[in-house]
């Protein structure tokens, strides 16, 4: 779409309430599925067997990453509401399969599905961006942010209860429904596809294959490495053909008139510290909140021994309520600051509060509190920083490339954290709790200091398309 092409009609006020409420509840969807399973895991491992939770979360985050690198690009071309609706359905589709079966190969192929749904944060990230003015689109794209952290950490109590009370699967139940409600709020509030608004010439399927095979194998490495050694014939066999895959996809790119991905402009400042920031980000602080914390909140043995539902209320729903209310400030915060300086004021907070979780992580109440200031923090800041600097980062000729890969970034962050910190916190010992957590701060200071390698690029003209093309 073309970049800041004159404004002829902008929405109005109740048109972009509606067009945001659709698109939280698109995102919704796929939060749900992020936030409301943590509470769970006792109950999923109980039925599905030791390390299904992990399992489930590697190939749900897996396909969230190859799913944004293809077809947050592909909207460019398609149309962002066409693509919308292909992934809440596919979502939809899922969510039946996790919901039905009692065969864990079964639920994994359904989580698959369901990751997909990662892409609606860069669809909404990028629709608002082409039809909001510039401080409406901070404010609103806070708004989106925060449904990072759940839904004001009601989905977690909402997980934990359904869980005790009914089994993991009535968690999918309802994930199924909000999937639908997305589908009929997006096709009455997005604004409708303009085929002269789409990108110009073809989508690169033959950079879209390599692409997916390199991230895909990434991630596939990542679940291998930690369950048959990271020497293992396996591990190394996945991992080169992830090398020759990318390797491939520079030739082939560099050769390609509409590349998929713009070889030259990943190589700037602009770009590709932020892919690492969101990498390492997810492998560390996503870890603490959506694995370890839980994990040591229901283990019988060296944990405090909580249900789900206690687990939910302490140490889930207080950071994703600081998250809601933080988040939409953060994001008008940011268009006065920039959102490179809001990205590196999170990230010091993070780490500092991230060392204060490492040192009292046997202390229940302190725990809860600092896992709180986390959500400040990580989720409130930094994440709206990282959301939202996938989108305004990225090159004005290609506004989808960049944003695909950012959040290609976080299911192969996510991935990465599931990975190593699965065998280290399920040795089950408190030292084994704290090691995971130091390491994880270890994590965030080395994604400090690639926050400040990151350079802002610059913006002359805001973009605002016309309702009437």
């Given at each position: 779409m073309p970049a800041g092409k004159p404004t002829a009609r902008t929405l109005?006020?109740?048109?972009?309430?509606?067009?945001?409420?659709?698109?939280?509840?698109?995102?919704?969807?796929?939060?749900?599925?992020?936030?409301?399973?943590?509470?769970?895991?006792?109950?999923?491992?109980?039925?599905?067997?030791?390390?299904?939770?992990?399992?489930?979360?590697?190939?749900?985050?897996?396909?969230?990453a190859v799913g944004n690198v293809v077809l947050v690009r592909w909207s460019d071309f398609l149309g962002r509401k066409k693509m919308m609706f292909v992934v809440l359905t596919v979502l939809t589709v899922g969510t039946a399969l996790c919901l039905l079966s009692t065969s864990l190969p079964v639920v994994l192929f359904g989580r698959l599905l369901q990751g997909v749904s990662n892409v609606t944060f860069a669809l909404a990230f990028l629709i608002m961006r082409e039809w909001l003015p510039d401080k409406t689109f901070g404010l609103c794209s806070g708004i989106v942010t925060a449904m990072t952290g759940g839904v004001a950490g009601v989905d977690g109590l909402v997980g934990g209860y359904l869980s005790d009370q009914f089994g993991y699967?009535?968690?999918?139940?309802?994930?199924?429904?909000?999937?639908?409600?997305?589908?009929?709020?997006?096709?009455?509030?997005?604004?409708?596809?303009?085929?002269?608004?789409?990108a110009p010439g073809r989508m690169d399927w033959k950079g879209a294959a390599l692409i997916a095979t390199g991230v895909a194998g990434i991630n596939l490495f990542f679940a291998a490495g930690s369950g048959s050694g990271w020497?293992?014939?396996?591990?190394?066999?996945?991992?080169?053909?992830?090398?020759?895959?990318?390797?491939?996809?520079?030739?082939?790119?560099?050769?390609?008139?509409?590349?998929?991905?713009?070889?030259?402009?990943?190589?700037?400042?602009?770009?590709?510290p932020l892919i690492v920031v969101t990498i390492l980000n997810m492998a560390?602080?996503?870890?603490?909140?959506?694995?370890?914390?839980?994990?040591?909140?229901?283990?019988?043995?060296?944990?405090?021994?909580?249900?789900?539902?206690?687990?939910?209320?302490?140490?889930i729903t207080p950071a994703a309520i600081i998250q809601l209310a933080v988040a939409p400030l953060a994001g008008r915060l940011g268009v006065r600051i920039g959102y490179v300086t809001l990205l590196r004021v999170g990230q010091v907070g993070g780490v500092v509060v991230g060392v204060?979780?490492?040192?009292?992580?046997?202390?229940?109440?302190?725990?809860?509190?600092?896992?709180?200031?986390l959500g400040l923090a990580y989720m409130g800041v930094?994440?709206?920083?990282?959301?939202?600097?996938?989108?305004?980062?990225?090159?004005?000729?290609?506004p989808g490339a960049l944003p695909?890969?950012?959040?290609?970034?976080?299911?192969?962050g996510s991935s990465l954290g599931f990975a190593w910190a699965g065998p280290v916190v399920g040795s089950g010992t408190q030292a084994s709790f704290a090691l995971a957590l130091w390491i994880c701060v270890g994590i965030g200071m080395v994604s400090l200091a690639m926050s400040m390698v990151l350079r802002p690029r610059a913006r002359t003209v805001s973009r605002v398309p016309s309702l009437s093309g």
């Open positions: 109005s006020t109740r048109q972009i309430a509606f067009l945001v409420a659709a698109l939280l509840i698109a995102v919704m969807s796929f939060q749900l599925n992020a936030t409301m399973l943590a509470p769970a895991i006792r109950d999923i491992e109980t039925e599905l067997g030791k390390g299904a939770f992990a399992a489930m979360s590697t190939y749900f985050y897996l396909a969230g699967r009535s968690i999918f139940l309802l994930i199924g429904v909000v999937g639908l409600l997305g589908i009929v709020m997006c096709a009455a509030a997005l604004p409708a596809d303009d085929p002269r608004r789409h020497a293992s014939p396996l591990a190394l066999g996945i991992i080169a053909a992830a090398a020759a895959a990318l390797t491939i996809l520079v030739i082939v790119e560099r050769r390609t008139e509409h590349p998929l991905v713009n070889i030259d402009a990943l190589r700037g400042r602009e770009a590709w560390s602080f996503l870890v603490v909140l959506g694995f370890i914390v839980p994990y040591i909140a229901e283990d019988t043995d060296s944990g405090f021994g909580l249900d789900g539902l206690t687990t939910a209320l302490l140490f204060l979780i490492a040192v009292f992580s046997a202390d229940r109440t302190l725990l809860a509190i600092f896992v709180a200031l930094a994440m709206t920083a990282m959301s939202i600097l996938g989108v305004v980062q990225a090159p004005d000729d290609e695909g890969i950012a959040n290609a970034a976080y299911g192969i």
